[in-house]
């Protein structure tokens, strides 16, 4: 076998072994919740479309009438000819909804956050991260090539302590956390964040992947208190509650345009078909005009996670954290003969010992298929 193949051949033998190789498994998504998978229909827990937004007639039609007009795809990067005249109104339309002065859309969250921190962090500079946030965070943290700590999660203390210890070696200094977390479904605490990083005139910035359109009245994990917090920089996604495609960062209007200038991510890719950046205007009008749709994910999360007896979720995203790997495919596997779709998720997604099944609630979930769940997973698997 060639010395490539059989490089391969022993890391996936290995992945296997460890019950963490993968798959891709084709599934066909009929509507907002319904997916067809292997032959089986299954009722899905696992998709981050909150709002079943991916499905809806005027979403979908907006992206049909953009690809009629404007073309399939963008051609070129934003900077030479790929800024179509549907941009400028999505970006307005989310600094408005974060309340900043400016907005820049980028091809997606993972490379709005490889190109951001790199901006505005280098060599000299410090980037403190919790250790959960999400995996694009820390690669955009590597390729700003400066000092990159991880602090435990949610430990506002322990930024404290590192800022303290490392903030005066350094020339600037970025605090970095998801919003809303991605495996956890837990809020970070923003306010007391933004606190400490002012304090050591450090930057906060939170990645709202799974906040926007769910949290907040729709506007994010900086509007979940009782006051806004004034995150200076809100990047997030507009592939999950948003139902379309694309990654954005809201800031002032300074900030905005030196990321026009120095972001790579958004300089050297192409921009995104005008479809998506059409959807995610109209999945924005629909957010606007309808709060009270934007809380339903997390209301059937707390329906859920009361039946079951655990505490109350925070936002659309549940974990059943069950330990290694296995146990967490053979519950999947389970759920899947009872008619749902719940995704084991392994290491190195979350830590090691703690894979789980992450589940994810939205508008459309019918709230009786949400009890026969929450039985199932109270009575046959954590109490197995
Ligand atoms: C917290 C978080 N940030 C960023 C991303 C990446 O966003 P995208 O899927 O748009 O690349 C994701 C999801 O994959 C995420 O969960």
């Known amino acids: ?75 070129a990067s934003r900077l030479v000819t790929g800024n179509h005249p549907l941009y400028a109104e999505l970006e307005a339309r989310l600094a408005r909804l974060k ?51 991880a602090f435990r999660h949610n430990d506002v203390g322990h930024v404290k302590d590192l800022l303290s210890a490392h903030r005066g070696a350094h020339d600037h200094a970025l605090v970095v956390t998801d919003g809303v977390f991605s495996m956890d479904g837990d809020l970070a605490p923003l306010d007391v964040l933004l606190k400490v ?5 450090a930057w906060l910035m939170s990645d709202d992947a799974h906040g926007i359109g769910v949290i907040g009245g729709g ?12 995150v200076p920089l809100q990047m997030g996604t507009l592939s999950k509650a948003i139902g379309a495609y694309g990654g954005y960062l809201c800031a002032s209007a300074p900030v905005i345009e030196l990321m026009r200038n120095r972001a790579r991510t958004l300089i050297y890719s ?18 606007e005009r309808e709060p009270a749709y934007a809380a339903l994910p997390v209301e059937k999360a707390k329906l859920f996670t009361r039946r079951v007896g655990l505490p109350d979720a925070e936002s659309p995203i549940v974990p059943i954290v069950l330990g290694e790997a296995e146990a967490a495919l053979s519950a999947s596997r389970f759920l899947a003969d009872a008619g749902f779709l719940a995704a084991a998720i392994r290491p190195p997604t979350v830590p090691a010992g703690t894979a789980r099944l992450r589940l994810t609630f939205t508008a459309q979930h019918p709230v009786d298929e949400i009890e026969r769940l929450a039985d199932l997973v109270r009575e046959r698997i954590l109490l197995q």
């Open 219 to 230: 506007r994010g994990s900086s509007f979940a208190g009782p006051a806004h917090v004034p």
């Open 270 to 287: 192409t921009g995104l078909p005008p479809s998506a950046v059409a959807a995610a205007i109209a999945a924005l009008d629909l957010i």
């Open 197 to 201: 990083a002012d304090e050591h005139d």
């Open 1 to 75: 076998m060639p010395s490539l193949d059989a490089f391969a051949q022993a890391k996936l033998d290995a992945l296997e072994q460890a019950h963490l190789r993968r798959a891709l498994t084709e599934t066909l998504r009929e509507d907002g919740i319904w997916v067809e998978r292997g032959g089986r229909r299954l009722l899905s827990f696992s998709c981050n479309d909150y709002l079943n937004l991916t499905q809806h007639p005027a979403i979908k039609q907006a992206a049909i009438a953009a690809i009629e007009r404007y073309g399939a795809g963008s051609g």
């Open 99 to 149: 309340q900043t002065e400016s907005a820049v859309v980028f091809g997606s969250g993972y490379l709005a956050n490889s190109g951001i921190i790199p901006v505005l962090i280098g060599r000299d500079g410090l980037v403190l991260v919790d250790e959960l946030a999400h995996a694009c965070i820390f690669a955009g943290a590597q390729l700003s090539r400066g000092k990159v700590l």
